[in-house]
């Protein structure tokens, strides 16, 4: 018998693909990563560490929470890294909770089924943004600075990896399940070194719902 909840889960997905099929066309000519890294202390995070891991269940955490090791607010304004090549798909200075905010898109070829797929990183409470939207990065690029967001928090990166193209700001649009997001260092790891490739692929853009109360970089 299927239940409410599988059909629940497969119509999400339905129309989660509707949204991405119909974002397709609006794309950017982009390069495949060739390995994703770390997004601080690169490329191994040397220097650092996980201080929060990802929880998808209450209390939730969509990411990781990167501290240096010399303890309290010594990592203010050490830099960020592009944990791969990819565009810039938001940059701005978030109210609430966020303060600077970058999500990059990335395009890779899975070695083990040969697909080219698709996913987000986000960075969040950034000390400075070095980038905007529409902006092409390379791996290990700085993207910006670590910070607290204007003091509200202890100074740390908030680091995320979706596979769902269509989140952006809004984390409560989707459910919270690893077919929308990724552990980003189980990512990182299982992707760390990927053949390059000169063709470039066409990749989705345009995919987030508007998001107010910003302001752009």
């Known amino acids: 018998m299927i239940s409410l909840r599988n059909i629940a889960r497969h119509l999400t997905l339905v129309l989660v693909a509707f949204g991405i099929a119909q974002a397709q066309q609006k794309t950017v ?13 690169k490329p191994d995070g040397k220097g650092y560490y996980v201080a929060r891991g990802l929880r998808l269940r209450s209390p939730v955490h969509f990411g990781e929470d990167w501290n240096g090791l010399g303890g309290g607010d ?8 592009s944990c791969a090549g990819g565009v810039v798909m938001f940059s701005a200075d978030v109210a609430t ?10 395009a890779y070829r899975d070695p083990q089924k040969g697909q080219v797929k698709f996913c987000d990183s986000l960075y969040g409470h950034l000390h400075v943004r070095n980038v ?18 204007k003091g509200m928090y202890a100074v740390h990166l908030h680091f995320e990896i979706r596979h769902n193209l269509t989140i952006g700001m ?5 459910p919270k399940t690893l077919d929308h997001w990724a552990d980003p260092r189980t990512f990182i790891n299982k992707y760390r070194n990927l053949k390059s490739e000169w063709r470039k692929q066409a990749t989705p853009i345009g995919t987030f719902s508007e998001y107010r109360g910003h302001r752009g970089l």
């Open 29 to 41: 000519a982009l390069s495949l990563a060739d390995g994703f890294d770390y997004p601080v202390g």
């Open 74 to 81: 010594t990592d203010l304004g050490d830099p960020i890294y």
């Open 97 to 106: 909770g966020w303060g600077n905010v970058v999500i990059i898109r990335h």
């Open 132 to 149: 905007k939207t529409g902006d092409m990065v390379k791996k290990g690029q700085q993207i910006g600075t670590m910070g607290s967001n």
């Open 170 to 174: 809004g984390r409560d649009s989707v």
